[in-house]
Each structure stands twice: as structure tokens, then as C-alpha cells.
């Protein structure tokens, strides 16, 4: 549903939006939206280590990632940009996923993941601009396993050969990291509503086993076609898998200062971290 109070001038200018002006909800406009939002509200968990709760509707998610400057993870990048897409015109509905890159196996992971489906003239395309390092500066096509050739990577959707129990056809969202094609997540086209992305976002941010409780995690894709990660300890700016920089954070004026400089986001200089040290 799209809540009214939504402020497409305000977030135009927070992602340096250089698209076409009249914001029709067409391919070119779609693609401009994914690549300057990807490009300038990082992927962040720095509220769920911070003890601050994690709220979904959209006037908390807007203070934080337009009038804050901050970043957010899947449900609140992802919950904002349907809205925005909603707003503008766009067919689309959220997804739910489960994000199987770093799980040990499929069915360890959660389905705790939020993405959207854009139909464009009968043709469907993947949205996401809130998982982490992974992702999609660009649209991708749902109804082709062909490889697609982005500014960042390429990548792919493939539908599973493999005959399962649960009635439902399963697809993997891949990216190609050297000569191997590796799954990010696996989808259903099963619908994400409100009330499971409140579950998922409980879990994400509040379960003890969330992997989101224990390490500081930011992301942001450069718009020369680089990306800057941070884990905890490490910082990296690779283009192409190939590593740019990196730096040890040993201290937590050193995280502020990477946080600030490398993806945008201001915190009090006494920030505590509560882990590593920080």
C-alpha cells in the first residue's frame, strides 16, 4: 500500500538522481533509480549492533535514510524503494528470499530477505538495492538464465532443475565471481507482506542467532564500477574482484572515520560499538 507522505523530492536529491526528468515509470527511469540509490544510501546493520530498533514504517525509514544520511538493510532499503516505485507508477511487489551466499546450505537459511518484482510490459524485472555487497546496481531480467552484463558484475537467474516437495518452482538469483557462478539467494515468487516482513525484520535484528548481532556490516557500490565493504575489522574497496585498498580498523575512532569518509555515515565520535574491541 502506498503511504501518502512519501517524499520523492527529498530522496531524488539524497541519490543524486540524474535520470529522466518526468520520472515515467519506464526501463530508463527503473534504471537510474536502482544505480543512484545503490551508489549513495550504503547497506547497514550499525542500528542492530547499537541496540536501536529497527522500524519499518515508511516516515522512521525515510528520517533515517533521507534526513539522517544513514543506510539500512533489506527491509528498510528495499520496503523504502517499493514504496518509491509504488508512488511513481511501477507495477511491483515485494519478494521474500533467502539469502544462501555464506549459509552452509539452503535450508539453513532463513527466508528473511525482501526484494521487488517490477513488470514492464508483460516483462518481469528484479529490484534490490539492499543486500549488502552483493547488490544489483542494475534491473535484471526474471525471465532469462542468460548472463547479464552489469557495470559491477554479471549476473544471472536460473531456474532450479531440481524436483522438490513443496509444491513451489525455486529460482537463484548468481553472480559470476571469477570463472564461477555463485548464488546470493534462492526465491519462490512467493509474496513478502507487511506482517512477514515484520517477523523477518524481528528476527534479523533482534534474534541472538542473527548473524546481524555480532559483526558490523556496510556496503555501498562506487558508481566507476567499484564497491567498498566493511566487516568489523577489515575495509576493502575492490573493483572486479580485484582489491583496491584495505585497511585493518583497530580502533573505534578508525571505524568512525571509515564509516564517514568511504560510505557516508556520521556517528558521535563516542560511539560504542559494544564488539572487537570497538
Known amino acids: 500500500m502506498v503511504l501518502h507522505t512519501m517524499n520523492i523530492e527529498a530522496y531524488?536529491?539524497?541519490?543524486?538522481?540524474?535520470?529522466?526528468?518526468?520520472?515515467?515509470?519506464?526501463?530508463?527511469?527503473?534504471?537510474?533509480?536502482?544505480?543512484?540509490?545503490a551508489s549513495t544510501i550504503p547497506f547497514e546493520n550499525l542500528d542492530v549492533i547499537l541496540g536501536v530498533p529497527i522500524e519499518l514504517d515508511l516516515s522512521h525509514i525515510q528520517h533515517k535514510l533521507i534526513n539522517s544520511n544513514r543506510g539500512g538493510y533489506c527491509f528498510e532499503q528495499n520496503g523504502f524503494m517499493l514504496n518509491v516505485l509504488e508512488t511513481l507508477g511501477y507495477e511491483v511487489i515485494g519478494l521474500s528470499a533467502r539469502v544462501?551466499?555464506?549459509?552452509?546450505?539452503?535450508?539453513?537459511?532463513?527466508?528473511?530477505?525482501?526484494?521487488?518484482?517490477?513488470?514492464?510490459?508483460?516483462?518481469?524485472?528484479?529490484?534490490?538495492?539492499?543486500?549488502?555487497?552483493?547488490?544489483?546496481?542494475?534491473p535484471l531480467r526474471m525471465d532469462t538464465d542468460e548472463p547479464q552484463e552489469t557495470?559491477?558484475?554479471?549476473?544471472?537467474?536460473?531456474?532450479?532443475?531440481?524436483?522438490?516437495?513443496?509444491?513451489?518452482?525455486?529460482?537463484?538469483?548468481?553472480?559470476?565471481?571469477?570463472?564461477?557462478?555463485?548464488?546470493?539467494?534462492?526465491?519462490?515468487?512467493?509474496?513478502?507482506?507487511?506482517?512477514?516482513?515484520?517477523?523477518?525484520?524481528?528476527?534479523?535484528?533482534?534474534s541472538p542467532k542473527s548473524t546481524f548481532k555480532d559483526k558490523i556490516m556496510t556496503a555501498l557500490a562506487s558508481p566507476d564500477g567499484s564497491r567498498h565493504s566493511l566487516s568489523t575489522n577489515d575495509y576493502y574497496h575492490r573493483k572486479h574482484g580485484e582489491i583496491i585498498e584495505h585497511k585493518q580498523i583497530e580502533t573505534t575512532l578508525q571505524m568512525i572515520k571509515i564509516?564517514?569518509?568511504?560510505?557516508?555515515?556520521?556517528?558521535?565520535?563516542?560511539?560504542?560499538?559494544?564488539?572487537?574491541?570497538?
Not at 536529491?13 to 540509490?37: A, F, V
Not at 539452503?106 to 517490477?118: C, D, G, Y
Not at 559470476?176 to 509474496?191: P, V
Open 259 to 278: 564509516l564517514k569518509d568511504r560510505f557516508g555515515i556520521e556517528l558521535p565520535t563516542d560511539t560504542v560499538f559494544g564488539i572487537e574491541g570497538l
Open 12 to 37: 531524488l536529491n539524497r541519490i543524486n538522481y540524474d535520470g529522466p526528468s518526468d520520472l515515467k515509470p519506464n526501463l530508463e527511469t527503473l534504471r537510474r533509480l536502482q544505480m543512484c540509490h
Open 100 to 138: 544462501i551466499f555464506s549459509a552452509a546450505s539452503p535450508e539453513l537459511a532463513a527466508r528473511t530477505h525482501l526484494f521487488s518484482k517490477v513488470m514492464l510490459e508483460g516483462t518481469p524485472w528484479l529490484v534490490d538495492v539492499g543486500v549488502g555487497g552483493f547488490t544489483p546496481t542494475e
Open 151 to 206: 557495470l559491477h558484475d554479471t549476473r544471472r537467474i536460473i531456474r532450479s532443475d531440481d524436483p522438490t516437495a513443496d509444491g513451489f518452482d525455486h529460482w537463484f538469483h548468481q553472480v559470476l565471481i571469477g570463472d564461477e557462478w555463485k548464488n546470493i539467494y534462492e526465491f519462490t515468487n512467493e509474496q513478502m507482506l507487511d506482517i512477514d516482513r515484520e517477523v523477518g525484520n524481528w528476527w534479523t535484528s533482534a
